[in-house]
T-cell receptor
Framework: GAVVSQHPSWVICKSGTSVKIECRSL??????MFWYRQFPKQSLMLMAT?????????EQGVEKDKFLINHASLTLSTLTVTSAHPEDSSFYIC????????????FGPGTRLTVL | QKEVEQDPGPLSVPEGAIVSLNCTYS??????FMWYRQYSRKGPELLMY????GNKEDGRFTAQVDKSSKYISLFIRDSQPSDSATYLC?????????????FGGGTRVLVKP
């Protein structure tokens, strides 16, 4: 149980285009999902907390107009990188809070974004 | 100073040895402690979850928490080459669904056959 998927796993796009990344909890409902960014050989950096049916809460320094997050259902959250530029190239990972005793976070496999 | 400190490694051990990993932290409010394993270009996988101080064992993995010293450890017995990965400690002050995790920087482990 507690499986989280992401799609796509790898995407290449041209500068100026928008890219949507999906995060799904496959076997549980998640009221809260999180979006992280990870640079090579570095730890995870939390970008935003996504709650079903409400606006996402962004961490300081994260541009909410550039990284649009939608959590329309209890099993799906999406991250849209708008007008992507090469500096947005990174590994994006989502996690979902499992509704158990401790609300553990389970992570998706990640999406590698390359902006040309 | 970071809230959670973790030696980046790499930590190289021969197959079958015990791998010893640790993190120190400064925020005394942390009560929930996790260890994740992350293979290259993959998402982190939850290995162990402990609450407050004490030990927890699961197969070859043992997690220890010493809140008085603000120090947590993960031991991997009978290490295998497949254990080669980056290990991240994480912690939080609350267990609610919206709890943010504070991560250590990760320790890269290499288990040599």
């Amino acid at each position: 149980g507690a499986v989280v998927s992401q799609h796509p796993s790898w995407v290449i796009c041209k500068s100026g285009t928008s890219v949507k990344i999906e995060c799904r909890s496959l076997d549980f409902q998640a009221t809260t999902m999180f979006w992280y960014r990870q640079f090579p050989k570095q730890s995870l950096m939390l970008m935003a907390t996504s709650n079903e049916g409400s606006k996402a809460t962004y961490e300081q320094g994260v541009e909410k107009d550039k990284f649009l997050i939608n959590h329309a259902s209890l099993t799906l959250s999406t991250l849209t990188v708008t007008s992507a530029h090469p500096e947005d190239s990174s590994f994006y990972i989502c996690s979902a809070s499992y509704p158990g005793q401790y609300n553990e976070q389970f992570f998706g496999p990640g999406t590698r974004l390359t902006v040309l | 100073q970071k809230e959670v400190e973790q030696d980046p490694g790499p930590l190289s051990v021969p197959e079958g040895a015990i791998v010893s990993l640790n993190c120190t932290y400064s925020n005394s409010a942390f009560q929930y402690f996790m260890w994740y394993r992350q293979y290259s270009r993959k998402g982190p996988e939850l290995l162990m979850y402990t609450y407050s101080s004490g030990n927890k064992e699961d197969g070859r993995f043992t997690a220890q928490v010493d809140k008085s010293s603000k120090y947590i450890s993960l031991f991997i017995r009978d290490s295998q080459p497949s254990d080669s990965a980056t290990y991240l400690c994480a912690m939080s002050a609350i267990k609610a669904a919206g709890n943010k995790l504070t991560f250590g920087g990760g320790t890269r482990v290499l288990v040599k056959p």
